[in-house]
């Protein structure tokens, strides 16, 4: 589907768990500072929530962190950077950026990309189309997922890998314009979904299936970036 990139074995290394910790926590200021910080009223912010939850985060974190984005304690401000490029074997990415320091976020994105090669706005988002993406899990199994998108107003939908279900339920990836996506999500909710994931994503036009020589170097490329803190979200046309 083209879909965002799986940040392979970052959840799995608990060395990690500190940068996990840290790119959630952003995502829960800046979902509560560009909407309402009350989460009922907020599908960006109900779908960090429910992440952040899955993952352990603190109580008291979570919390601190809403009132940050809601600007009641110290005062923080997050900038959302889109970069470009190719990653190695020509392969499309487009890496979103949370960052309070957009200098030093495109010095490090630089030279990160030295072994791919960083373009400039527009250069692959033409091999995108820009969707709402939700992911959500029904606690049923067998659950008719075309019903359940048709229903809520989504474009299309694809079940989650088995993986990321729990036992005896039904997980669904459902795509939507991005205009709809809020009316989508509250939608989804009514019918008994948890949103585990919202957002405005990437989804390439045409995967790339490389070898598996060039896709290990190709992965490897990625996880660098990903393990920057600034970088969010990456999306690619890898398959």
Not at 63 to 84: C, F, H, N, Q, S
Not at 123 to 147: C, H, N, Q, S, Y
Not at 159 to 172: F, M
């Amino acid at each position: 589907m083209g879909a965002q990139w799986k940040h392979a074995g970052r959840q799995a290394n608990a060395s990690k768990r500190g940068a996990i910790f840290g790119k959630l926590v952003k995502e829960i200021i800046v979902a509560a500072k560009i909407g309402d910080p009350n989460p009922d009223n907020n599908s960006r912010l109900r779908a960090a929530l429910e992440s952040a939850r899955k993952q352990s985060v603190p109580r008291d974190t979570i919390e601190r962190a809403i009132k940050k984005g809601a600007g009641l304690l110290e005062p923080i401000t997050y900038e959302t950077i889109v970069y470009e490029g190719f990653a190695p074997h020509r392969v499309p990415v487009i890496v979103e950026c949370l960052t309070d320091n957009k200098n030093r976020t495109a010095s490090d994105i630089r030279v990160l990309f030295r072994k791919g090669q960083l373009g400039n706005q527009g250069a692959v988002a033409w091999m995108f189309d820009r969707l709402g993406v939700i992911e959500a899990t029904l606690p049923k199994a067998g659950v008719d997922i075309e019903g359940a998108a048709i229903e809520a107003g989504a474009q299309n939908m694809e079940p989650l890998e088995a993986e990321d279900v729990p036992a005896g339920s039904t997980g669904a990836r459902f795509f939507c314009e991005t205009t709809d996506l809020d009316s989508v999500n509250k939608a989804l909710a009514a019918q008994g979904w948890v949103i585990t994931l919202s957002e405005m994503s990437y989804l390439a036009k045409n995967k790339m299936e490389p070898s598996e020589a060039e896709k290990k170097e190709v992965v490897e490329f990625l996880q660098a970036i990903d393990d920057h803190d600034d970088v969010h979200r990456i999306y690619t046309a890898l398959a």
